[in-house]
T-cell receptor, first 113, second 113 residues
């Protein structure tokens, strides 16, 4: 069965600084990979996804992620963080047809002024 | 805008009471998921349905939890009897089989005293 690990429970960065959130997965076949963001009191919003093709994927709000098969990683990056990016970020791995999507435990991002 | 609707948004109850959470998936979506989010466990998959049939409920404590879809427009998650350790935010999500995106509700925040 697939699984997802987000090694960092909590990250604090200064506004304007760059950001990288780590995600490692375990899956027997080519995974479908996702990053979701959860703002306080809200449901999850899809930031970006990877199915196939170009391993560098662009998402909404200036986020990007790179799929590295050799490292089983799908790290999320943003060159310059805004205060509104403070939220909980979840990495997820899914199978075909969304039959079984697994989420990481989440990384909480705090943005300092 | 089509969206997943969860009710209630907040629920406070006493240990031993029955709790029922409801979810209205987006019209036309045939896959429904229930997730539980806690600080300790992160996001856990409890159950998912396709075409109203339960495909996997292995993440759900069977002795007290039950999930059903009485019809295509309603999914329910019931806890009886509830315990303090059930306190969490419960998310419902829906999707279309073969599509890559899940749509999440805003969650039900459950507090069991």
């Amino acid at each position: 069965a697939q699984s997802v690990t987000q090694p960092d429970i909590h990250i604090t960065v200064s506004e304007g600084a760059s950001l990288e959130l780590r995600c490692n997965y375990s899956y027997g076949a080519t995974p479908y990979l996702f990053w979701y963001v959860q703002s306080p009191g809200q449901g999850l919003q899809l930031l970006l996804k990877y199915f196939s093709g170009d391993t560098l994927v662009q998402g909404i709000k200036g986020f990007e992620a790179e799929f590295k098969r050799s490292q089983s990683s799908f790290n999320l990056r943003k060159p310059s963080v805004h205060w509104s990016d403070a939220a909980e970020y979840f990495c997820a791995v899914g199978a075909v047809n969304n039959n079984d999507m697994r989420f990481g435990a989440g990384t909480r991002l705090t943005v300092k002024p | 805008d089509a969206r997943v609707t969860q009710t209630p948004r907040h629920k406070v109850t006493e240990m031993g009471q029955e709790v029922t959470m409801r979810c209205q998936p987006i019209l036309g979506h045939n896959t429904v998921f229930w997730y539980r989010q806690t600080m300790m466990q992160g996001l856990e998959l409890l159950a998912y349905f396709r075409n109203r049939a339960p495909l996997d409920d292995s993440g759900m404590p069977k002795d007290r939890f039950s999930a059903e879809m009485p019809d295509a427009t309603l999914a329910t998650l019931k806890i009886q009897p509830s315990e303090p350790r059930d306190s969490a935010v419960y998310f419902c999500a829906s999707g279309s089989q073969g599509a890559e995106k899940l749509f999440f509700g805003s969650g039900t925040q459950l507090s069991v005293l």
